[in-house]
C-alpha cells in the first residue's frame, strides 16, 4: 500500500513539473543552427488555423504542396491543429528567410521569447531541485 502512494506521489511530482515549467521535449526545439519542418497540409491551411508569436517564422510550399517551416536566428510558435510547437534558432550568424506567405503575428509577442524559451535550461533547475527534495521526503516517510 505505502509503494503504491510513493508511485502515485512520484507521478503527481512529475506532471506538475512539466506543467510548471511549461516545456516537454515534443512541443518546443532549439539548436544552435538552423531549424525546419514540414507538414503535408498546404501553408494557407495552417495559417488560417493557427496563431502564430515569435521573431522568425518563415513558412514555404513544399515540391508535394506541403508546408515547410524555417526558423533562423528567432523563434517561432505556432498553435493550432497541425502546430503546437515552438522552435528556438539561437545561431546570430544566420538571418530570417524571406517567406512565400505572410505571417500576421499574435500581439505582445513579437519581440520577446516566452518565459521559458531562453535556451537556458539553468532557470528551471531551482524547481528540479525542489522536486527532487520533495521526492526524497516523500519516498523517506512512506518506506
Given at each position: 500500500?505505502?509503494?503504491?502512494i510513493a508511485l ?43 496563431r502564430f508569436y ?15 517551416l524555417n526558423v ?72
Amino acid at each position: 500500500m505505502k509503494t503504491t502512494i510513493a508511485l502515485i506521489a512520484l507521478l503527481a511530482i512529475s506532471i506538475l513539473s512539466v506543467g510548471v515549467t511549461g516545456q516537454s521535449a515534443a512541443n518546443y526545439v532549439e539548436g544552435d543552427f538552423a531549424l525546419s519542418e514540414a507538414r503535408p497540409q498546404s501553408c494557407q491551411l495552417i495559417i488560417d488555423t493557427s496563431r502564430f508569436y515569435g521573431t522568425c517564422c518563415s513558412l514555404n510550399t513544399t515540391s508535394s504542396g506541403g508546408c515547410v517551416l524555417n526558423v533562423k536566428n528567432g523563434w517561432c510558435e505556432i498553435k493550432g491543429q497541425y502546430w503546437g510547437k515552438k522552435w528556438n534558432s539561437t545561431d546570430d550568424k544566420l538571418t530570417c528567410d524571406g517567406a512565400e506567405f505572410e505571417i500576421q503575428y499574435s500581439p505582445d509577442w513579437s519581440t520577446q521569447a516566452p518565459a521559458g524559451t531562453t535556451g537556458s535550461p539553468a532557470a528551471s533547475v531551482p524547481l528540479a531541485a525542489g522536486l527532487v527534495a520533495l521526492s526524497a521526503a516523500i519516498s523517506t516517510f512512506l518506506f
